[in-house]
């Protein structure tokens, strides 16, 4: 064996045994395309050419504006930023509002427990939906276990994030006090609890609005639960939500 052979059989076996160099890539999409160093929440991370030059506009309010970056690649404006759940204290303030929400309302979900409300980015969040077997984009998601915990996502209004606490906080509710119901009536009584908060905030239209959703398991099952009201009252809709285990 010559020099040049020996020399070109070494570099082959180190590139098998060394591990390959780390590759550099967009933060929000992967691609290496253009890659350029920005900065983002005291953090430089690298952004390609063609998420740089994506149309200006805040991604939570939609708004045209000059935007920050959150963590996980969503765009944010000032306004935003200054009024949305950010922080695992804000978040950790509406908690005792929610749960205080919870002990006080006439339907009876009561907070006989306590288990951990994690902020979370919107990748972690839908990590989360595909380990439990979805792959929906949610506001939250409850997990019973490996931990049992309530996460939420991050970047929401003060509202949205109650009223989506108060309804993963129905789902641990439910799967200690109810657990043997097929999705339908699962999804909507946690919605109706997610109504009723939103109702007692003033915000009837945006309750209203629930009873809208494409997902039948939802939008249907909540506005049968509300009819259901109509006729044997809040207490009524509970029992039926806590002893039965599907919608009529």
Known sequence: ???????LV??????LVLPAPAQSACFICGSQKSLRRIQVEKQNKLICHDCRNQEQRCDLCRRACT???MRD?????PTCK?????????????????KSFLSRDPAG????????VQLADKDEIQTKMI???RAMAVLGFYSPYNPEKIY?????????????MVHEYTHAWQSRNCPSQDRALKEGFASYMEYRYLVSRGQKNKAMSLTRKNDPDYGESLAKLLEMEKKVGVAGVVKYATTQKALP
């Open 1 to 7: 064996m010559n020099n040049k052979t020996f020399f």
């Open 10 to 15: 070494a570099l082959l076996l180190l590139s």
């Open 67 to 69: 935007p920050e970056y």
């Open 73 to 77: 690649g969503r765009r944010i404006c």
């Open 82 to 98: 200054n009024t949305r759940i950010l922080t695992q204290e804000q978040l950790d303030g509406l908690y005792d509002n929610v």
């Open 109 to 116: 979900v009561v907070v006989n427990f306590t288990l951990p």
């Open 131 to 133: 380990e439990g077997g």
């Open 152 to 164: 939420i996502l991050s970047g929401q209004t003060e509202i949205d994030s109650g009223a989506t």
